[in-house]
């Protein structure tokens, strides 16, 4: 099995920066992929970021160009580098990791969920 442990959530002002760590153990070389999703109050559940074993990387289009994900495949560890927050930005950010069990079929893990909120 694989635990996600986030750290690095908080208050901060627009046009500030947060940065975000997911660090997995357990069953964490089998990982391919880790990302965040984000949940806001009165919304679903969106896809924030991922990269996969090969840096490959996914960003929903309202962070392009603000946010950076980043991955330690040695010690299984994710970065989501946030920069220019919006309020729009506040949200429940839950950290996931994929395990492959075939192709196509995934285990998906998920991290307690970390508050980010964006305010002036």
């Known amino acids: 099995q694989v635990q996600l442990v986030e750290s690095g959530g908080g208050l901060v002002q627009p046009g500030g920066s947060l940065r975000l760590s997911c660090a997995a153990s357990?069953?964490?070389?089998?990982?391919?992929?880790m990302g965040w999703y984000r949940q806001a109050p009165g919304k679903q559940r969106e896809l924030v970021a991922n990269?996969?074993?090969?840096?490959?990387?996914n960003f929903v289009d309202s962070v392009k160009g603000r946010f950076t994900i980043s991955r330690d495949n040695a010690n299984n560890t994710a970065f989501l580098q946030m920069n220019s927050l919006k309020l729009e930005d506040t949200a429940v950010y839950y950290c996931?990791?994929?395990?492959?069990?075939?192709?196509?079929?995934?285990?998906?893990?998920w991290g307690q969920g970390i508050q980010v909120t964006v305010s002036s």
């Open positions: 996931y990791a994929n395990r492959p069990l075939c192709p196509g079929m995934f285990q998906t893990y």
């Open positions: 990269i996969d074993k090969n840096w490959s990387t």
């Open positions: 357990g069953s964490s070389f089998s990982i391919y992929a």
